[in-house]
T-cell receptor, first 111, second 113 residues
């Protein structure tokens, strides 16, 4: 089986930096993805890490430590539009293996 | 480029009635997924297609759920008969080859009364 743990809620103010952690337990770990979903909207892909280290894409960065079964999504210079749910997801087995999503972290950005 | 298109956007039915959802993936995407998302939860895979072949359907409740992707393009997910517990958002996604990035549609929100 597999399990993913991420905080259920995070709040921050505009312009701040927030980190959303994700710990996982799974066999055959292949990679960790992050998706953003606004209320009533479609999940949208943010990032993917297969190797240890930090991947940066604009204001968002994602980190993976395979030895610690841990990753995080770092959001910088927060904007109101970043208020959404953020899901980590683990890929098992191979690049075509099943993708398992966590329960999501609801981020609220205050003005 | 058009995204993943799903219809209907909302569906309200009474229990024991049948219901069907339609998905048109991004052109050229050979992999198509159907996910179920309950309120406050992450998406859960129901079935994955590689072209017209269902390669991962172990999570699909086959007693009432069925899916098809006859020509390896668009797909239909059916529930018959629907139960109260089937109320959820049904998401379709597609991807291309070994690309990690899944493109999701906006989903069909099903309410079973």
């Amino acid at each position: 089986g597999q399990s993913l743990e991420q905080p259920s809620e995070v709040t921050a103010v505009e312009g701040a930096i927030v980190q959303i952690n994700c710990t996982y337990q799974t066999s055959g770990f292949y990679g960790l993805s992050w998706y953003q979903q606004h209320d009533g909207g479609a999940p949208t892909f943010l990032s993917y890490n297969a190797l240890d280290g930090l991947e940066e894409t604009g204001r968002f960065s994602s980190f993976l430590s395979r030895s610690d079964s841990y990753g995080y999504l770092l959001l910088q210079e927060l904007q109101m539009k970043d208020s959404a749910s953020y899901f980590c997801a683990v890929r098992r087995g191979s690049t075509l293996g099943r993708l398992y999503f966590g329960r999501g972290t609801q981020l609220t950005v205050w003005p | 480029e058009a995204g993943v298109v799903q219809s209907p956007r909302y569906k309200i039915i009474e229990k024991k009635q049948p219901v069907a959802f339609w998905c048109n993936p991004i052109s050229g995407h050979n992999t198509l997924y159907w996910y179920l998302q309950n309120l406050g939860q992450g998406p859960e895979l129901l079935i994955r297609y590689e072209n017209e072949e269902a390669v991962d359907d172990s999570q699909l409740p086959k007693d009432r759920f069925s899916a098809e992707r006859l020509k390896g393009v668009d797909s239909t997910l059916k529930i018959q008969p629907a139960e109260l517990g089937d109320s959820a958002v049904y998401l379709c996604a597609s991807s291309s080859g070994a690309n990690e990035k899944l493109f999701f549609g906006s989903g069909t929100q099903l309410s079973v009364l």
